[in-house]
């Protein structure tokens, strides 16, 4: 039996029926390109969310392009977001001209350090971008406050969140607008790539619906620049509406592998994932840490158990943002736990059996490091 840290066939043979029918309905609607399913889940995923709009794009990083577009956020401006991240977040903010820069996280759960953010802001910061990192959101309550004292918008990047929720209050729904997206592996995820910006202020979605559609505000008028094509495609929709209806089973499921794994893992000397008070964690991965992850990882493989780092270099270490010159410890806990951290196999349809091999490989592993 191969594991691998994720696999959707098991959850694509429940569902094939459903997802098949989807692409029928698409191709036999006449409108293949912002159609009828674009525009219903577009509808849907704000109503889910109690916010007025919606916009459908691409993928997750033009999610944040637009985003950030939309919000005025341009060259010379500067986005307060954090280095342990997938990179997406990061070339999204670069994408537009923007200067990242950086905050360290927190130990216990691996989120910005709000306490921070104030140090780092100047007259140039115009955006704060909290990650709301695997599953679990970021406390949005002291950037809240700082963006109210100094004027600036708040954009969360909602990628690794569908349906987290801080105080019973949705991911994605305190800031100026958020970025979602349904990469097949997230929480909430198309056969393909998809996006969507997430928003309560009509003038940024006015804004994102042009950008996404070359700056057009009718067909075939530029009003704005720059802009390209970043539409979400009509399959794509059909399919996430479907898929939609199902996000709260799948987040229960979710948390049943991540009760599996605490029940079965808890008197390691792994370090599981912390659920900070206040939090609904939705375990888009099921991050742990030791400090001999790498040997782990690779005589897992001995027991056809291939798992993930996320992530193994933080930002601003990696070459393509040398540039912006952060030195070797200048953010020393995203810097140490990137040697440590590493993903279990996590996703809603993976079987008792194989998660209980997982366990126990893992536990015969670390008894014999």
Known sequence: MTIRVWDYLAEYDAEREDIIDAVETVFRSGQLVLGQSVKGFEAE??????VAHSVGVDNGTNAIKLALQALGVGPGDEVVTVSNTAAPTVVAIDAVGATPVFVDIREQDYLMDTDQVASVITDRTRCLLPVHLYGQPVDLRPLVDLAAKHDLRILEDCAQAHGARRDGVLAGTTGDASAFSFYPTKVLGAYGDGGAIVTDDEEIADRSRRLRFYGMA???????????????DEVQAEILRRKLGRLDEYVAGRRAVAQRYAEGLGDTDLVLPHVTEGNEHVYYVYVVRHPRRDEIIERLKGYDIHLNI????????????????????????????????????????????????????????LATL
């Open 218 to 232: 009718e067909r075939y008028f530029v009003v704005e620049t720059p802009a390209h094509n970043s539409r979400l």
């Open 45 to 50: 995923f704000a109503a889910y969310h109690g």
């Open 310 to 365: 996320s992530y193994p270099w933080p930002v601003h270490t990696q070459t393509g943002f040398a540039k912006l010159g952060y030195a070797a410890g200048s953010l020393p806990v995203t810097e140490r736990l990137a040697g440590e951290i590493f993903s279990l196999p996590m996703y809603p349809s993976l079987s008792a059996d194989a998660q209980d091999k997982v366990i126990d490989a893992v536990r015969q592993v």
